[in-house]
């Protein structure tokens, strides 16, 4: 299961959301070529990646930042991106330009910091922004719980898009990363940063919270209903205009 799209498009442009995108398109770009050649790829990941150990020795501070636009392949960076045009348009709506940067900075180091401390002597380099998305996703399931996220569905032939409510989605993600970030505490040999996610979402979830207060608290979920804060999108599957041609026998 992974989102497709919300049902809730912002009202103003959202320039950081898309600077974002187009800073790590750039970055993949950059890439494409060297991902034919392991160890290639492997010397720049080693050196723009997040290492734990190098970190814990006090070097290589800059990669916090780095590795938030470095990925390990397409499905990483689509993947990723995917999730960063769903739901950080409509936080950038409320945060402000400005404000959503320093968030989605913040919440880049919380997921660096917690997958940091649980694996303090690895050599194993981190990449990827889904740390920083992750906070996206924490302050999302505050500010807009019950917003509508549809949701693709696959199990082997069968595709099939369901509506959530983005706290049912949000949540069932967020234990996820828990579960199996405890299932592989160390990390070893690569792998997802499943705690990384976790310490994103946790960051991202403690920054919005003195601005959910300050909106009004659970006063601004009853203005709101949990949704944005402007009229939901619809979307309806139009009949195809292409003529059916049945086969004759």
Known sequence: MFPIRDHNPSERTP???????????IVFLMMLPLYANDAVAGRVFMQYGLVPLRVMNGDGFETVLTSMFLHGGFMHFAGNMLFLWIFGDNLEDVLGHVRFAVFYLVSGLGAALLQVLADTTSMVPMVGASGAIAGVMGGYLLLFPRARVDVLFIFVVIFKVFPFPAWLMLLLWFGLQVVNGALN???????????????GFIAGFLFVLPIWKGLGGQDFWSRTDGHPDHPEARYKITKSTIPVVRKRR
């Open 185 to 199: 505490w160390s990390q070893m040999g690569g792998g997802v940063a499943y705690l990384a996610h976790a310490g």
């Open 15 to 25: 320039y950081v959301t898309y600077g974002l995108i187009a800073a790590n398109l």
